[in-house]
């Protein structure tokens, strides 16, 4: 198993571009988040999702999109990227329920010039 | 909404002594407490978690307690190693699916 895979793993934009970081993971995982982590603050909820088809938001969700067409995929969308949204992003799993082990993948560091 | 505090933010002990990080938790709801270890530019792993209905839970080197009524909970490393040099953090549920993370602890064992 590949566990958790996030692409890209590092990414430069400009303000006002729009992208899509990509989650995917092959262990049958029905819970699925998005994590920003900024220095000195640990790791804040973006979105979560505890099925095909159904999402919500977390602590952070502001500037942000999810979908989640597929138990194993989980793509989070920035809809017009601001300098504020520079940080390194981690997608998590877990078996079913936000309140079990959760398996984070490699993250993606993105810059926002 | 939750908000976990964690002490110390860094934290430096000599090799084979013990360490010490504490949380407090606002949610008396709250019924998970995982902690992660995180080594620079990698992924947080999962090293210990402790359920409410429980006060102490160990795994080897490494021990995680609870008070419910003091709403804190702590994590415990004992004969510590080099290799346990990471930022450390915890977590706690909030509501049925929401986790929060404490700003985390750099822990440095010296050889």
């Known amino acids: 198993n590949a566990g958790v895979t996030q692409t890209p793993k590092f990414q430069v934009l400009k303000t006002g571009q729009s992208m899509t970081l990509q989650c995917a993971q092959d262990?049958?995982?029905?819970?699925m988040s998005w994590y920003r982590q900024d220095p000195g603050m640990g790791l804040r909820l973006i979105h979560y999702?505890?099925?095909?088809?159904?999402?919500d938001q977390g602590e952070v969700p502001n500037g942000y999109n999810v979908s989640r067409s597929t138990t194993e995929d989980f793509p989070l969308r920035l809809l017009s990227a601001a300098p504020s949204q520079t940080s390194v992003y981690f997608c998590?799993?877990?078996?079913?329920?936000?309140?079990?082990?959760?398996?984070f993948g490699d993250g993606t560091r993105l810059s926002i010039l | 909404g939750e908000n976990v505090e964690q002490h110390p933010s860094t934290l430096s002990v000599q090799e084979g002594d013990s360490a010490v990080i504490k949380c407090t938790y606002s949610d008396s709801a709250s019924n998970y407490f995982p902690w992660y270890k995180q080594e620079l530019g990698k992924r947080p792993q999962l090293i210990i978690d402790i359920r409410s209905n429980v006060g102490e839970k160990k795994d080897q080197r490494i021990a995680v307690t609870l008070n419910k009524t003091a709403k804190h909970f702590s994590l415990h490393i004992t004969e510590t190693q080099p290799e346990d040099s990471a930022v450390y953090f915890c977590?706690?549920?909030?509501?049925?699916?929401?986790?929060?993370f404490g700003a985390g602890t750099r822990l440095t064992v010296k050889p």
């Open positions: 999702s505890v099925g095909a088809g159904i999402t």
């Open positions: 998590a799993s877990s078996l079913q329920r936000g309140d079990q082990p959760q398996h």
């Open positions: 977590a706690a549920k909030e509501g049925p699916n929401d986790m929060r």
């Open positions: 262990m049958n995982h029905e819970y």
